[in-house]
């Protein structure tokens, strides 16, 4: 295993990473991928079914103002279409199921009212809230003090309001709202347009699905790379010094000038830095942990639900499924319901049966679409939180007091180790494009650097 | 490097492993710990100043009710002093200075009014946490939804006397009110007897100091253990199967039918387990970040509070330092007070000058102690969050949802890997006798099944 120099050592090779490398490379840069699983894309993964339908296991939206992602998924020629979404939505609320068109539930006008100044309420605090610096906000002491879950008992009256907002937080961050910091929440949604945007698939985060699956522009990406990818090397160490870094993998070691750590912040907290990063640092990725969430996909022979007027989009308050997506392939020769199992209730899936956990998920698929949900082809699961290189998705989430104590230290390089992965996004933060970005800031700041220290290939 | 075969791998000789490895050893087993400094001791660490007395730069007291460590203590003949606390102690809260006698300071008397309501239902609630299982509290999902600073903000009406008890979380915990869950905090109060009882000395968790220091309890049981204990061996991964473990560390791989990994869980989490630990392990450890503290001991020719009749104990709503001990040696023949730098403090004073440092810290000595405390003989800091093998103190902390979610993957073993640390008991967690508790406990589990599967010696 003989070590050999580039110009930046990338570790990771989801879309912040090879965005990086792409990015660096195009510049004249040399770079090499590091990459711990044999494959690329990190948590956008896609897999084909049976029948030979692909699906996606990890990230796969794509919506308005995600410009970033759309203009590379455009750039690589991958066509997107829309979310299924025409017809009716389902909502098991309170125990009553409803049906309902657009974004809205006609549900109980009291309750609608509740959910709706709540709303507006949260739209108008997270509007302010700098997106650079959200430990800046005036209000921050208060907003960082308190849980998403104290914020909606003490303003929201209603008990399925109240449910109906949690529903939310967990679909946007497969945690529950006792989990998240207020200031954390609103942030989130700043960085995504607005809660409304968040939540929603027309016109919302949920609107576009790539034909040839999200994974499909890591993979791109990585052709383009070559050999500068690296799978199956798991970064176990990093050491710099005044002339660069040396990043030790378990298929030997590469020098670079820098290295790019584009991985999930509690992952970056596991590898071994020497020197030691500062207690910041540290103490900031023992405060980020990840989501958790299984995504359970279910084939039938034809999208049935379609016929009775139904988008497959159901919301419930109980159940281990509490949301769902029609995932059918853009042509719909044939079904398939994604069912979502999320935060609390993902966290006691995951360690259960899986014919257990099959079970629950047709049963809660059947109360939402019929008897028809009963009689499925094939069902996928993909448990993000048993993942080694992942441990958890969609992203990760801050408890009160993180972002006010240690927010500077999430993109605040450490000496030649840079900060890249869609959490270190000041836009679209935990979404695809929130990845490209953060690889687009990481390769802008390094083609600055190395453009200020040596030219390329003039190793020091 | 050759590997070997014992009953159990120990991993940490902190105070929880070596009890663990010492009872095992007395009970006919062998053991092999493996520690990753070069000093065994853990969160315990004593230092010689250049006068020759010693000071304990780590945990260091011992009180009533701790009774595990103390039997341990007198087991090995290290005895006990009390901690200096003759005089007055000092109260410096919203702009003004008082000198009061005993626990409770004599201000303004609606502020003690609110602050006495808000400790009696502190002790009323914490009373009630299971000590086992606070996740079975019937008040669980009320307590884990929200901060300490909610509760304070919602039930102390007087800014002094929500400062008070802000305080007191910060003295206890080195974090921040806002970063705590209500039910770990009820839970580690109960742990620990009561609030009243972690913050006092005389009949509190601050009673006794060790004459020789806290450290040498794990000195003298590494010695009893001699050759067993590996020093320098930091831990890399652990496999296992059904027949045993392999532990492989920087000094080689040891073999055991068991493994108890006795370090803080942050620090468990970045171990690299096969098989990958459950998910609800692997996100608990996600989300048990360390608490931020900088002891910093200045010594004197003489303790010379102790002739203006104070204790040398002070409190503080400002300053970098808000809460000193008198920290000298038994026979007061020299003078050392102790500053502690707790939470938001120590998170901004870690990353600063260490000069520019010494000097805030004489500065609030001086506004306690007057002028002769800035003509100081020597000063020593010690700085948790800067270690690698702790990565912060005095423990790890729990936010708001964690344990409701991942409360029984704390002590459940995985596997052939079972858990010690202070982290893990259920009575004075936290505390130097948490420690003990949890090696005792540790030690207890595996004895029975090792006497349950094979004989010692008998190696399958």
Redesign the interface.
Known sequence: MVAEQVDVVVVGAGLAGLVTARQLTRGGRSVRVVEARDRVGGRTYDRVLDDGTRVELGGQWIGPTQDRIAALAAELGLPTFPTYNQGENLLDLAGRQKRYKGAIPMINPVVMADVGQAQARIERLARRVPLDAPWDDPRADVL????V??WI?RNVASRPARDLLRLGVQAVFA?????ISLLHFLFYVHAGTSFDSLLSTARGAQEQRFLDGPQEVSVRMAAELGDAVWLEAPV?SIRQDDHGVAVTTDRGEVLGAYAVVAVPP?LA??ISYDP?L???R??LT?????G?VIKVHVRYDEPFWRGDGLTGQATSDRGAVRVTFDNSPSDGSSGTLLAFIEG?EA?HW??QDPADRHRVVIADLVRYFGRRAGNYAEIVEQ?W??E?WT??CYGAHL????W???GPALRTPCGRIHWAGTETASVWTGYLDGAVRSGERAASDLTALLGATSAPGSAP
Do not use: H, I
């Open positions: 960082d003090s308190q849980t879950e104290t008992r945690a529950e709202a006792r989990d176990r509690t907290g596991r030691l500062p207690a910041a540290d103490q023992q405060r980020m942990p990840m958790s609390a966290r995951s360690a448990d939180s048993t080694e441990r958890g408890a009160p007091g993180v006010t104590a240690y």
